[in-house]
């Protein structure tokens, strides 16, 4: 069992910066892969990023690309989101998500198993 638990979501106008932060729980964090995607209102789950176990290969939406990074602390069982240049279309509750196999790929969403509660970011114009 993984339990995950995010912050660092709030407030910021367009152009700024947060990071978001997915802290797991368990001793086999390094042997999971990690995403992060996005619900809007009104608008379905979208994959934003995603690490995966071992070498830490990243994988980017191409709305996100050269504004957004991912990175991992597995001696902290902790998950990053960088998020750079925001805009306000990146406005949603951002979700944290884990799993050992990932066996769909990790850019979908089906393929995890474990998922945070959300925080929510907005992005004023």
């Known amino acids: 069992q993984v339990q995950l638990v995010e912050s660092g979501g709030g407030l910021v106008q367009a152009g700024g910066s947060l990071r978001l932060s997915c802290a797991a729980s368990?001793?086999?964090?390094?042997?999971?892969?990690m995403g992060w995607f996005r619900q809007a209102p009104g608008k379905e789950r979208e994959f934003v990023a995603a690490i995966s176990w071992g070498v830490g290969s990243t994988y980017y939406a191409d709305s996100v690309k050269g504004r957004f990074t991912i990175s991992r602390d597995n001696a902290k069982n902790t998950v990053y989101l960088q998020m750079n240049s925001l805009k306000p279309e990146d406005t949603a509750v951002y979700y944290c998500?884990?799993?050992?196999?990932?066996?769909?790929?990790?850019?979908?969403?089906?393929?995890?198993?474990?998922w945070g509660q959300g925080t929510q970011v907005t992005v004023s114009s």
């Open positions: 998500a884990a799993d050992r196999l990932a066996a769909r790929g990790l850019v979908v969403a089906e393929s995890y198993g474990y």
């Open positions: 368990g001793r086999t964090f390094s042997s999971y892969a």
